[in-house]
T-cell receptor, first 110, second 114 residues
Framework: TQLLEQSPQFLSIQEGENLTVYCNSS?????LQWYRQEPGEGPVLLVT?????EVKKLKRLTFQFGDARKDSSLHITAAQPGDTGLYLC??????????FGTGTRLKVLA | GAGVSQSPRYKVAKRGQDVALRCDPI?????LFWYQQALGQGPEFLTY????????KSGLPSDRFFAERPEGSVSTLKIQRTQQEDSAVYLC????????????FGPGTRLTVL
């Protein structure tokens, strides 16, 4: 049972477009992570957000943690084909246990 | 290589067979995790080791699943009497310490049970 719902589930956009992926839960998390996973590989950590309301920027990617620490968003500006992949959010439960979201599969067309 | 490695990368088993999946974490990493990832879904937590101690096995689906890390480095996930619903990618991840939140994932083992 996955407690973190991501939307949209699939997204296909043209190069240069902007997009936002959402990660929602009814549970509070002490921190939240975003990963990107490519076919045949394990997830790779993009960012960890800890404080409610926190915003972090990583080049063209902007991550926000909700004020109540129950939700998060990932915004990509001017998407590129290299951004293609499965985006996963993961909420921390305690010191080591992470609950992963349902995933958003992004395809950026050249 | 400096990353987490897993073997085999692909495993096909007949229903009822036992399988063993190996994880070589990054050297010196204290924490080790196993996850199960169904096609197109996010990983689901199976179990957690801190050195050789298995501190949490709450995610193991049944008593057919067993994991060990006897010397606090290499870990093995064993599945007995495999069933079709066990088909998935099994991911291993390691982390430098209990206080480090970043997990470094291996490429996974894709298990197909016929």
């Amino acid at each position: 049972t996955q407690l973190l719902e991501q939307s949209p589930q699939f997204l296909s956009i043209q190069e240069g477009e902007n997009l936002t992926v959402y990660c929602n839960s009814s549970s509070v998390f002490s921190s939240l992570q975003w990963y990107r996973q490519e076919p045949g590989e394990g997830p790779v950590l993009l960012v960890t957000v800890v404080t409610g309301g926190e915003v972090k920027k990583l080049k063209r990617l902007t991550f926000q943690f909700g004020d109540a620490r129950k939700d998060s968003s990932l915004h990509i500006t001017a998407a590129q084909p290299g951004d293609t992949g499965l985006y996963l959010c993961a909420g921390a439960r305690g010191t080591y246990k992470y609950i992963f979201g349902t995933g958003t599969r992004l395809k950026v067309l050249a | 290589g400096a990353g987490v490695s897993q073997s085999p990368r692909y495993k096909v088993a007949k229903r009822g067979q036992d399988v063993a999946l190996r994880c070589d974490p990054i050297s010196g990493h204290v924490s080790l995790f196993w996850y199960q990832q169904a096609l197109g879904q996010g990983p689901e937590f199976l179990t957690y080791f801190q050195n050789e101690a298995q501190l949490d096995k709450s995610g193991l689906p049944s008593d057919r699943f067993f994991a060990e890390r006897p010397e606090g480095s290499v870990s093995t996930l064993k599945i007995q009497r495999t069933q079709q619903e066990d088909s998935a990618v099994y991911l291993c991840a390691s982390s430098p310490s209990v206080f480090e939140s970043e997990q470094f994932f291996g490429p996974g083992t894709r298990l197909t049970v016929l």
